[in-house]
């Protein structure tokens, strides 16, 4: 038997439903009640000025939960198949069936099911909140192999949340559904090792949430083969832990889950970092990279008018991974190449890892001290690693000597050659080693988060999630790698709303034109990304729209004049609106909300918003609808209230839908709602 839960009371307390006394300190709040019927249990809890209150209905002959809100469903666990409650065990799933007992005393709801396994029940207990629920439950008389949760996704309208998703048509790097239920979600590993921008997280258009409170990997399932259903299964016996928010908006579910979680206490992004783009050598090099390729690209940049508050030297700079010496051959002067940089304008900045490669003068040493992360089978030896570059052991940060030891070799690097800031990449910990003593592998997260925070991230952030540390931090995030065509680019906007949604607000997209190694992206491609990114917190560059080498074929690609222009149109359009954008960022500090938001946000009862996938409000003044394909034309939503038409200089009322606005390559499509805070400062940015 699972710890943690305590057993439903006896039968003799089911005959009857009760009201338990509230506690002192809510003493004025309506309690909730409990009705009893042969058929149901439900819970009502009454709405107060803050929630709108709702009612849960326990159906008795097969355990299933349906939450209702001003007599309308807003969230139903599956029923028939493999139930609402569900564990695997003994490798196949099974699920609670018929409630045999049940208890309501102090405020809680307890629960005991018989299962599709004889003698093995389920213990649940229901904790009501004004604007939640907990559901925790755990199964007695087995061990399981994971639990999980079964939801009918109709039940709650659309879904969303979740962060990058791994999808069956290529996600993330090319398909993130916006919302979730109109693809397909099929996401193992999602955990808090991920390297995916992930939280347990979900919230609907009803105005439901779920939060799954785990440490554990899950196994997230949405709509997979169409089959209409959400499961969030937890790969552990533990008791599974999990919060039902309830309330009237969508933004009124995300402000509960970033009250738990917290939001961000600064932005490690300064002014300058939010008004230009940070170019980055991946996408345009990728590790075919040395200094004179660097420099001339700095250069191209410069003389072209394209500006940036910083140049990085991504992957491939190092002797082997892990010397943190530059490779002498490749760069042959590397303080030169850094004093040239700052010449340009532009500060410094280097790509790193604490993946150590064993073939790294380095590893030996690291792993001689104890500074690498055990194997999680055989303590007694590092854990190893295999990754884009080789078998690698990675920096145990859980260790204080170990971190002291690769800060201070970061120390010393900078100093030698003017790095201004640092790019981390990879992960800090990997599901086949063992955390340090003392720590779950859920903490990396947060110990990888005050590591980075000792540095200037340069306007590219760090990938770190789930841990409430990771919140509270304020980094950018960019998104993981993208191709380089139109797909990717529409991936890449409802990403970033993905993302800025489960808690994460200073968003950039993967580098502009998008990388992994995919042939160079158009010329239309390139430029639509960057008036895209225009219209988003920040821009993170890196295909120069001078000229690029094509990985696929190794050869030269330039662009011509007008792409160059555009290019720098964008940029500087990014820079105009820089003092509106840190108006927003000031604001998310105050509350959490999110910059680049979907249109529901803002516009809750306008309900063609909730399946736009191609506009973002930025702030609460401009709504950015950029063309995302090759399409001369496109249809822009414009949700109620007066709008300003930046590219017709024109006043047009909502709600209404605008067919076949034109999108010539030189038009990025952007309104202003004249009623809304900020809009003078857009205007003037914009007009």
């Known amino acids: 038997m699972a710890a943690g839960l305590p057993l439903a009371a006896t039968a003799s307390q089911q005959a009857r439903a009760a009201t338990p006394a509230a506690p002192t300190q809510q003493a004025a709040r309506p309690a909730p009640r409990l009705a009893a019927s042969a058929d149901h249990l439900t819970l009502t809890v009454p709405p107060t000025s803050g929630a709108p209150g709702y009612a849960l209905r326990v159906t008795r002959s097969q355990l299933s939960f349906t939450t209702s809100s001003s007599g309308a469903t807003v969230l139903a666990t599956a029923t028939g198949g493999d139930g609402a409650l569900r564990f695997r065990a003994g490798g196949a799933w099974r699920h609670a069936t018929r409630v045999t007992r049940w208890s309501w005393q102090h405020g809680t709801l307890a629960l005991t099911a018989d299962t599709t396994v ?93 939060r799954v409170d785990t440490g554990h990997v899950m196994n997230v399932a949405i709509n997979q083969g169409e089959d209409g259903l959400g499961r969030f299964d937890v790969a552990s016996a533990d008791p599974y832990r999990s919060t039902v928010f309830v309330e009237r908006t969508p933004l009124d579910v995300y402000r509960d889950y970033v009250g738990v979680v917290g939001k961000p206490a600064k932005s490690d992004a300064s002014y300058r970092q939010y008004a230009e783009p940070v170019w980055n050598s991946w996408a345009q090099f990728y590790t075919k990279v040395d200094q004179a390729k660097l420099l001339d690209y700095a250069q191209d940049l410069h003389d ?80 190893t690693v295999t990754w884009w570059n080789g078998k690698a052991g990675i920096v145990d940060l859980g260790n204080p000597q170990a971190e002291s030891w690769y800060a201070g070799r970061l120390k010393s690097l900078m100093g030698a050659y003017g790095v201004d800031g640092l790019k981390f990449d990879t992960r800090f910990f990997d599901e086949r080693c063992a955390p340090h003593p003392g720590y779950q592998p859920a903490d990396y997260q947060r110990l990888g988060a005050e590591l980075a925070d000792g540095y200037d991230l340069q306007g590219v952030g760090i990938r770190v999630h789930w841990d409430t540390a990771a919140h509270r931090a304020g980094f950018v995030t960019r998104q993981v790698d993208k191709g380089t065509g139109w797909d990717s680019l529409r991936a890449s906007v409802t990403q970033n709303l993905a993302i800025s949604t489960i808690g994460y607000p200073f968003v950039a997209t993967d580098m502009i034109g998008g990388s992994s190694a995919k042939p160079s992206p158009t010329k239309e491609v390139l430029v639509r990304w960057a008036q895209s990114a225009a219209l988003m917190p920040l821009m993170y ?37 820089a003092p509106y954008i840190w108006d927003q960022v000031r604001h998310t500090l105050k509350t959490g909300d999110p910059i680049m938001r979907p249109l529901f946000f803002d516009y809750p009862h306008d309900q063609a918003a909730y399946t736009v996938a191609d506009e973002w409000m930025l702030g609460p003044a401009v709504l950015a609808a950029p063309q995302l394909t090759d399409a001369p034309t496109r249809s822009i939503h414009l949700p109620p209230g007066a709008w300003y038409d930046v590219a017709h200089a024109r006043i047009l009322r909502g709600a209404q839908t605008l067919k076949s606005y034109a999108t010539p390559l030189g038009a990025t499509p952007a309104f202003i709602n004249l009623k809304a805070k900020g809009a003078s400062k857009a205007l003037r940015a914009l007009r």
């Open 118 to 210: 004889p003698g093995v029940t389920v213990e649940a207990r229901v904790t009501p909140a004004a604007d939640r629920y907990r559901l925790d439950w755990q199964v007695d008389g087995a061990s399981p192999e994971q639990l999980g949760l079964a939801y009918d996704l109709k039940s709650a309208g659309h879904w969303y949340g979740h962060g990058e998703t791994q999808t069956p048509h290529g996600g993330p790097a090319t398909d993130q559904p916006w919302p979730l239920d109109s693809g397909e979600v099929v996401h193992p590993g999602f955990g808090p090792a991920s390297y995916y921008m992930v939280d347990p997280f979900w919230f609907t258009s009803r105005g439901a949430g779920l």
């Open 541 to 577: 560059a890196s295909t120069s729209p001078v000229d690029t080498v094509d990985p696929t074929t190794g050869k030269k690609v330039v662009y011509d004049r007008e792409t160059t222009a555009l290019y720098r149109e964008a940029v500087a359009r990014h820079r105009r609106l």
């Open 304 to 383: 072209h008018g394209i500006t940036g508050h910083a140049l990085q030297l991504d992957d491939k700079w190092e002797s082997d991974y892990g010397n943190m010496t530059f490779d002498a051959k490749a760069y042959p002067d590397p303080a030169a190449m850094s004093r040239k940089i700052h010449g340009l304008g532009f500060d410094f900045g280097l790509w790193v890892t604490l993946w150590i490669n064993l073939d790294s003068d380095q590893y030996q040493y690291a792993a001689d001290h104890g500074y690498l992360l055990k194997d999680a089978a055989d303590p007694a030896k590092p854990c």
